[in-house]
């Protein structure tokens, strides 16, 4: 169970957070000049996104690891994926520069204990975990924890940036690179390529050969199906987690009626694998085989990729599915 940051972590974290404030880095920055900070204690290194120069959205984006970093780009690149589905890719903590009516009761408590004053339109500090699965919440005492040094280290880059004129090429995709020397005991900022290792997805292998081959004797039929976890633009208080969580929908559906064929409301403890091949499995054993399965993304393909070559199925990506994303937008206007 994770715990609430204590008043004095909280103070920590906002000292480090206004001395950035100060800096207005948005104003030297865009949101693709990636900041990269490595602290000791962690093997993989933090990311850092600077929003806010096209006078908008005023942000800090902290992306944990080469997983979150990879969801980031995946976000700012998409062009076919529906924005409400985007919300799966952001696995992150932010840093908000926004107004007073955007915070919780709660965070303009710790605000008011802390003795500091905000005052106008985007000078009110406060931070959001995002998580998958789960509603945008305040950060726990571990992600406090992080915040806090990663916001120390990264006013020391930017102030490296920003006076000592550091030159970075961002656009030949260079990062302004900040991490600890042991052998010198001291820290040490400069460019360098920001080399991010390719994304690994896990494939689960099948090994049950009866079920492969109970598979391989369905017919095919002349169906195209669509697979996907969707997520709903609401938000549940259950009891039995800590934060708020976000209702998302296995679907099974056809492609060509739009017909839906099968959906699951799942939480955060399912074992979303095993109900995604149980709804796969269960369709060959009524339907049989499918002409070919349409998935939003790589990670879903690579859910079914090992199952889907033993059993001769086409997996097609597509980041709009039409039937799913019908369903989907048609649930919303309902005022689910």
């Known amino acids: 169970m994770s715990q609430e940051a204590s008043l004095q972590e909280w103070k920590e974290l906002y000292e480090a957070a206004i001395k950035i404030k100060s800096m207005q880095p948005w104003n030297y920055l865009w ?18 996104s600077i929003m806010g120069r096209n006078g908008e959205c005023f942000a800090i984006g902290i992306y944990p690891g080469f997983d979150a970093i990879h969801d980031f780009y995946r976000m700012a690149r998409s062009t076919d994926i529906p924005p409400e589905q985007l919300i799966r890719y952001q696995n992150c903590l932010m ?14 408590q710790i605000i008011k204990e802390l003795g500091l004053k905000f005052r106008g339109r985007n000078e009110w500090i406060f931070f959001r975990s995002f998580k998958a699965g789960y509603f945008p919440y305040m950060p726990d005492r571990e992600e406090v924890h992080q915040l806090t040094q990663v916001f120390q280290q990264l006013f020391m880059a930017l102030r490296a940036f920003i006076e ?11 990062t302004l690179f900040r991490q600890y020397d042991k052998e010198k005991d001291l820290w040490l900022t400069f460019e360098m390529p920001n080399l991010i290792p390719p994304k690994q997805y896990m494939v689960p292998i099948l090994q049950n050969d009866i079920l492969v081959a109970r598979m391989n004797k369905q017919k095919r039929n002349k ?3 669509e697979l996907d976890i969707a997520y709903l633009n609401s938000c549940i208080r259950d ?7 976000i209702p998302r929908l ?22 979303e694998t095993q109900d995604v091949f149980n ?3 269960n369709y060959i054993g009524q339907m049989g085989k499918p002409k070919a399965i349409y998935v939003r993304d790589e990670y879903f393909a690579s859910l079914l990729s090992d199952f889907c070559e033993k059993t001769n199925i086409p997996i097609k990506i597509q980041g709009r599915l039409w039937a799913i994303d019908t369903f989907v937008r048609a649930f919303a206007e309902q005022g689910f």
């Open 250 to 271: 296995l679907i099974l559906a056809d492609r060509g009626s739009g017909m839906l064929l099968d959906q699951k409301l799942l939480t955060p403890e399912d074992d």
């Open 223 to 225: 169906n195209e199906i």
């Open 164 to 174: 000592k004129e550091i030159e970075v090429d961002f656009e030949q995709g260079n």
């Open 239 to 245: 009891k039995d987690f800590e934060r708020p969580i």
């Open 279 to 281: 709804y796969f499995i």
């Open 31 to 48: 949101d693709m000049d990636l900041i990269t900070i490595l602290l000791p204690e962690y093997e993989e290194p933090f990311y850092c």
């Open 95 to 108: 840093c908000y520069f926004g107004d007073r009516n955007e915070l919780t009761a709660k965070e303009r």
